[in-house]
């Protein structure tokens, strides 16, 4: 708004050359990284023709990674939401002893290899864990089934929805709490008719990041889910598959369907942040 | 039976209080708040009766706004009682109290309009759309905003979003009113207008209502009471006039008005502020048991009269020399410079500014420059012109002795 009318440049000042050289900088350095990569996806995935492409996409296999990646990832999403929310409401009210303890190991599965919390996913459920251990006598099993892979997303994208609520709890003004409760509001109202409708935007930005990375999620998945095709193969397992089989059309062909959720789901949350955030 | 009801009432109506007096809405005692080391709330007790509105005035840090939060629930006292209409509220959660707080920066909702911000408490009281409505259009009647209803508090004004907030606490019909600094963040005309407003509506309302505040206008025409409050502790209560007036305290009258205070000498109940006076009364050989004391008098309070001359009955201070003059419009603000005095020389004043202008003189240093400020009516100033370097006599047509002797 102010800024856009304030960097045109003006007749008879001298041209502004940062702003074109940064642009070009940004656009340079993206090329070989990101949008030549991207570009390759959609070459080598319609290389033999849009057709051969519908083709790769509706295999059974492949359409079913793609579902169960769909399912799981807003399962994970839901989990985190709430999850993000509670943690994010008391961590950033409360000040308690070893808050500033709790805070880092929210934020230590960022910094974890994922495969490294796939496999600490199954020293705990797998047959011999701690938890998997009092499953076996129970006939269920967490390993290897939809609910590992859920449980590994969980894990993986928990400090994103945390990390985008927090700031937000942070920077709400504690006077509308207490305004709230002044007018006879129980804490549950207070959240649900103040903080909540307050949060809206951080809520869904949250929710979007936390399914764009669940949905990409690999690391992790591999070492729970077991990667038995038509059971638990999420689409990035699918697409390695058919790498380590050679398709590289049917693995592209998959790659681009997720290349372009994610570019809608980051659509989203630009638009969501500059028309919620007001 | 009848004679059972008769007894009870007769009990109900007979609590401590003399008839004569008003009934008291919001009773604070002792209270008393720590945070960590540092102690923000010293025994601090007050009332307000029914109807009434009392102004708790103090500079940033004197605990003011701790107590408004303290009687609305937000925060628990270490000590001390609050009761709300003799009811022992402390224990109380904040949405247990029924009180309205009208906050600094009003703190409307910001995804709600403003009908639903007026209408909140209501809702979450579970009183039914309709009702609510009436009510709400009601409340905005009363604040002269039917047309913002479906705005936006963004949408509108500083001086609009306070009487939202105002109407939004009186909606579920508080028992009291607490206005946090709810001025401060107006502009000087909206403010002055707003605060007629709430004058002239608080007696309709008929709710006792706290203002907290640093601004010694807003207390002077808000408060039937002005309760003062320095580092915590309360230094004195009383109507505007009184506090005024007759200051307990060198903060109150310093933090109240502008306020002259110098030293002087107090010797066998006599105050003199030429202490050869003091030296010659029957106890005179008592030199050393010559009692130093304050005395204050207002810019209002100070006669300037042509060098030398003028009437015996006023206590006299001596000839000064006027450093400037300062127009205002209605007045004329003089700063005027008292002879250098020591203790034991013309005058008792040692009470010695030590810097700027006012240090010290090198030659004498118990001696110095006393500086006072004078306020002249306009007719006065006609009567007797003044310029810089004139040299003119001064006299006092009032002063106090203050009681509390601080250093």
């Known amino acids: 708004m102010g800024t856009a009318t304030h960097n045109r440049i003006l007749p008879g000042r001298r041209a502004d050359v940062v702003r074109p050289l940064g642009i070009s900088f940004i656009l340079m350095a993206m090329m070989p990284l990101v949008l030549l990569p991207l570009a390759s996806i959609f070459f080598y995935g319609f290389s033999k023709g849009p057709v051969h492409f519908w083709q790769a996409l509706v295999t059974p296999a492949a359409w079913f990674s793609l579902k169960l990646s769909l399912i799981t990832s807003s399962i994970a ?108 509001a129980t804490r549950w109202q207070t959240f649900r008719f103040v903080v909540l409708p307050s949060l809206r935007g951080a809520i869904i930005t949250g929710a979007l990041l936390t399914f764009a990375r669940s949905i990409g999620e690999f690391g992790s998945t591999i070492m729970v889910s077991g990667n038995k095709a038509m059971k638990t193969q999420t689409a990035p397992l699918y697409i390695y598959a058919k790498f380590n089989e050679g398709d590289v059309e049917g693995a592209n062909a998959i790659a681009a369907v997720l290349a372009i959720l994610s570019f809608a789901i980051f659509s989203l949350i630009i638009f969501t942040q500059k028309r919620l955030e007001k | 039976m009848a004679q059972v009801m008769f007894d009870r009432r007769i009990q109900t109506e007979t609590p401590a209080e003399p008839a004569a007096e008003k009934k ?66 402390e224990h109380l959660r904040a949405r247990e109290r029924n009180v309205g707080v009208i906050f600094q920066q009003y703190a409307l909702f910001p995804r709600m309009t403003v009908a639903d911000n007026i209408g909140f408490g209501l809702r979450i009281r579970g009183v039914k759309r309709k009702a609510r409505k009436a009510k709400v259009e009601e409340l905005l009647s009363l604040i002269g905003m039917n047309d913002h209803r479906d705005k936006y508090p963004s949408h509108i004004s500083g001086g609009q979003q306070q009487r939202v907030a105002i109407a939004r606490a009186l909606a579920y019909e508080p028992e009291l009113l607490l206005f946090d600094e709810s001025f401060s963040a107006l502009d000087p005309q909206t403010r002055v207008a707003l605060r007629r407003e709430i004058r002239n509506l608080l007696p309709k309302l008929k709710i006792p209502a706290l203002f907290i505040t640093h601004d010694q206008d807003e207390a002077m025409e808000l408060g039937d009471q002005i309760a003062i409050l320095n580092k915590g502790r309360l230094e004195q209560v009383g109507t505007p006039q009184e506090v005024y007036n007759e200051p307990q305290t060198e903060f109150v009258a310093s933090f109240l008005g502008s306020a002259n205070v ?93 810097i700027g202008e006012n240090a010290p003189a090198q030659a004498n240093d118990q001696a110095c420059d006393l500086i006072i400020k004078v306020l002249r009516t306009k007719w006065d100033a006609q009567a007797l012109p003044l310029r810089r370097d004139d040299k003119v006599g001064v006299w006092l047509r009032d002063h106090r002795i203050l009681s509390a002797y601080e250093n």
């Not at chain 1, 230590?108 to 996913?121: C, D, K």
């Not at chain 2, 009692?291 to 003028?310: K, M, N, S, Y």
Request: net charge negative; with cysteine.
């Open chain 1, 77 to 184: 999403t839901s989990c985190n939401v709430v999850f993000g929310l509670i943690a994010a409401y008391v961590m950033s009210k409360y000040d308690f002893k070893g808050s500033s303890a709790l805070m880092i190991l929210i934020s230590l599965p960022t910094a974890i290899p994922t495969a490294v919390a796939g496999v600490a996913l199954l020293l705990v459920w797998g047959r011999s864990g701690m938890l998997g251990g009092l499953l076996e006598y129970t006939d269920y099993q967490v390993m290897f089934t939809t609910a590992a892979i859920i449980l590994a997303n969980i894990f993986v994208t928990f400090p994103l929805a945390f990390g985008v609520m927090k700031p937000a709890f942070d920077n709400l003004d504690r006077s509308f709490e207490d305004a709230a409760e002044t007018m006879g």
């Open chain 2, 24 to 89: 008291i809405a919001l009773a604070v005692q002792g209270l008393s708040k720590w945070f960590g080391a540092d102690q923000i709330l010293d025994d601090v007790s007050f009332s307000i009766a029914e109807g009434e509105s009392l102004v708790l005035l103090g500079p940033s840090g004197s605990g003011k706004s701790t107590t408004l939060r303290l009687i609305a629930g937000l925060d628990t006292p270490d000590s001390g009682e609050i009761y709300l209409h003799g009811r022992h509220v």
């Open chain 2, 262 to 354: 110098i030293e002087v000498c107090k010797n066998d109940g006599i105050v003199a502020l030429d202490c050869r006076q003091c030296a010659e009364s029957p106890r005179a050989h008592l030199w050393d048991a010559l009692e130093r004391t304050r005395i204050l008098f207002r810019p209002e309070d100070v006669i300037l009269g042509p060098a030398p001359g003028l009437a015996e009955e006023h206590p006299h201070l001596g000839q000064g020399v006027v450093l400037d003059v300062s127009f205002t419009g209605a007045a004329e603000v003089l700063r005027v410079k008292l002879p250098r005095m020591t203790r034991f020389g013309y005058s008792a004043v040692v009470d010695c500014p030590l």
